[in-house]
Structures are given as structure tokens and as C-alpha cells.
């Protein structure tokens, strides 16, 4: 049951250019989507939320677009740094009281010097 | 800055044997979760925790497993029998509401032998 997909398993960027890495969603229910970075051995670390009210959301070199018509959601990093190489994983909050994430299959990110 | 710490970073048990699993959750966080990821899969949903009690659970958290807030600071998962599809890295994760990122462990590698 794939409620959030990550269709894109890996992706390489020059560094200074932008990396676009995507999401996709069918649960119209989800009202926060929020993106992790992940290093191997490590703990996912949390970079960006967005509600639903929003359509886009900016922190510093990370920006976050959603297209509730689509249920598609994007995370922008410009520019990119050798540092940003890590596994990107999208993550989508169900509405209501639980606070349980569903969670994509995550992008692996290589940024090259 | 404050963070999620986890013990121990590495656990090997052979099947059938009991394991707890320690977390120490951001001291004014309210909500607790435990995660796992299987190696190549996604991160998955286990338990949620507030007010001392479960909120919500998956499919996965079957008997064998059992969560626990022994004190002020502590959150425990404990798994009874130790089948081998245990056998996975599990993360603590805890957050202040319901509608704020969570925030995660190193995590706990977990082998089952």
C-alpha cells in the first residue's frame, strides 16, 4: 500500500545547481507533508514541513511546493552542496488526532563537487 | 541543541529472545513514537505514545511487542520473542503537538540471530 511514492530512487546534481526531489501522494486525507534527511547510521533528520493550507514554503536554501490538485509535492535545494548528499525521504501526516507519518521509499541525493 | 538518544546503537539476540529497545525522548516533547526500516525498505509506523498510553498502533505491533514510559524520561520498546523479519534498525522519535515535526534517534540496529 504505497500511499506516498518516491519515484525517483536516486538523483545526481552538480553542486551550485538546483536539486528537485519529488513526492507523490493519494490519500487526500494527509493535511502536513513534511521531507527528512537521512545519513546511513543516523537517524532521519527533519529539514521542511508544509501544511495543506499552503501551497509553498521556503527555509532558507530548501523550499517546499505542494499541489494539492496533483498530490504532488517538491522539495527544492539551491543551490546544492557536497553536504546535501544524503537519502531524502517525503513523509505525509494523516488529518485528525493521530500524528502517526507515512512514510516515501526515499531519494538517495549525490551531489557532486 | 536538545536530541533524541537511543541505547544501545546496536543489539544482536538470538530468536525467541527478549529485547528492549531505549529511548530518551526531548525532555518537553509530549508525543513518543517508535519506527523501524527493514534494510531497502521504507521507514514504517510501530507505535505512538501520550499520556502514558498507546494513541495508536499498525498492523505490525502485534503482542510481542509492548512500549513503556518507566520514568520522567525514558521510553522503552520491548519485543518478547525475537523472530528473525525483527531484525531491522528501530527509531525513537518524539514531538511537541500533534502538528509538529518529529524529531529522531540514531536508531537501534537490530539482529536477530
Known amino acids: 500500500d504505497q500511499q506516498v511514492k518516491q519515484n525517483s530512487p536516486s538523483l545526481s546534481v552538480q553542486e551550485g545547481r538546483i536539486s528537485i526531489l519529488n513526492c507523490d501522494y493519494t490519500n487526500s486525507m494527509f493535511d502536513y507533508f513534511l521531507w527528512y534527511k537521512k545519513y546511513p547510521a543516523e537517524g532521519p533528520t527533519f529539514l521542511i514541513s508544509?501544511?495543506?493550507?499552503?501551497d509553498k514554503n521556503e527555509d532558507g536554501r530548501f523550499t517546499v511546493f505542494l499541489n494539492k490538485s496533483a498530490k504532488h509535492l517538491s522539495l527544492h535545494i539551491v543551490p546544492s552542496q557536497p553536504g546535501d548528499s544524503a537519502v531524502y525521504f517525503c513523509?505525509?501526516?494523516?488529518?485528525?488526532?493521530?500524528?502517526?507519518?507515512?512514510f516515501g521509499t526515499g531519494t538517495l541525493l549525490a551531489v557532486q563537487p | 541543541e536538545p536530541e533524541v538518544t537511543q541505547t544501545p546503537s546496536h543489539q544482536v539476540t538470538q530468536m525467541g529472545q527478549e529485547v528492549i529497545l531505549r529511548c530518551v525522548p526531548i525532555?518537553?516533547?509530549?508525543?513518543f513514537y517508535w519506527y523501524r526500516q527493514i534494510l531497502g525498505q521504507k521507514v514504517e509506523f510501530l507505535v505512538s505514545f501520550y499520556n502514558n498510553e498507546i494513541s495508536e498502533k499498525s498492523e505490525i505491533f502485534d503482542d510481542q511487542f509492548s512500549v513503556e514510559r518507566p520514568d520522567g524520561s525514558n521510553f522503552t520498546l520491548k519485543i518478547r520473542s525475537t523472530k528473525l523479519e525483527d531484525s531491522a534498525m528501530y527509531f525513537c522519535a518524539s514531538s511537541w503537538i500533534v502538528y509538529s515535526e518529529a524529531f529522531f534517534g540514531q536508531g537501534t540496529r537490530l539482529t536477530v540471530v
Open positions: 508544509i501544511s495543506s493550507i499552503k
Open positions: 525532555s518537553n516533547h509530549l508525543y
Open positions: 513523509a505525509a501526516h494523516y488529518g485528525g488526532a493521530t500524528n502517526k507519518l507515512i
